[in-house]
């Protein structure tokens, strides 16, 4: 079984510089030392595809986040991160590099549903995986969107596109995110396409980590529902990045 306690990082936080949530970064430290976590990563998205302005606000945000919170915070080690999104054309993408955690997740933002097919979404996660992120996040959230009836999508179809995400995360060492608002939220159907590709995922080998998604201080954290589904799968804990001081510490090192 593996007990919150063990649980050391939450890899996947917003603050209000996402502009949809609802806290302060410092705000979300504070809770994640309530839960007695040990790391925290802030992966705000990353909207730097408007003007010249907006770009390098970003960029400079993104690029002194760590930095800054390293010399402020000895209570916590800080993750400088960021969540990008599927499809989205990000100028300068280089000049993130250096970042600790980078994520990417699906969001029907960039993502022309219902005129694509799993097919597509496919291709844009291998593209994605070019820009060296290393963890993709909430894969079954969307899915629903598809048109099943314009591309004769079944259940079989989202099954198998699932497990082609697994193969091929395995494949290229990426991490695959058990996301605790997808199972909380549920939407279209989330929480189980997400217990479906765990299961693949425990006899496949692939990595995990874990993120609440939170976009309220308080929710930093707490993972009630991963726990619950981890433990019902017997996912194995040393495949589990939050689990492992050494890799988490790693990650600062990159």
């Not at 040990?38 to 595809?49: E, M, P, S, V």
């Not at 993972?223 to 981890?230: G, I, P, R």
Request: charged share 30%; proline share 1%; glycine share 4%.
């Amino acid at each position: 079984m593996i007990r919150q306690d063990e649980i050391l990082a939450d890899l996947h936080t917003h603050t209000n510089f996402s502009l949809h949530a609802y806290s302060t970064v410092k705000e979300n430290i504070d809770e994640a030392c309530n839960k007695n976590l040990q790391f925290l990563a802030i992966t705000d998205h990353f909207y730097g595809d408007g003007t010249e302005l907006q770009q390098k606000n970003e960029i400079t945000r993104i690029k002194y986040l760590q930095r800054t919170l390293d010399r402020s915070e000895k209570r916590i080690h800080i993750l400088g991160g960021a969540e990008f999104n599927l499809n989205q054309s990000v100028p300068l993408y280089y000049k993130m590099r250096n970042l600790s955690w980078k994520i990417i997740g699906l969001h029907s933002w960039f993502v022309d549903f219902p005129n694509i097919t799993l097919d597509d979404v496919y291709d844009m996660f291998k593209k994605a995986a070019k820009k060296k992120v290393q963890a993709f996040a909430h894969i079954e959230r969307e899915l629903h969107r598809v048109d099943e009836e314009k591309h004769g999508v079944i259940d079989e179809d989202v099954k198998k596109f699932l497990r082609d995400i697994c193969d091929f995360t395995k494949e290229k060492d990426i991490y695959l995110e058990v996301n605790e608002s997808s199972i909380i939220n549920n939407d279209g159907g989330s929480a189980e396409r997400l217990e479906y590709w765990l299961s693949y995922a425990k006899e496949n080998g692939n990595k995990i980590c874990m993120g609440t998604d939170s976009h309220y201080c308080l929710a930093v954290g707490d993972f009630t529902k991963s726990l619950e589904l981890l433990n019902n799968v017997d996912f194995p804990k040393d495949r589990i990045l939050n689990c492992n001081y050494d890799m988490l510490i790693s990650l600062k090192a990159n």
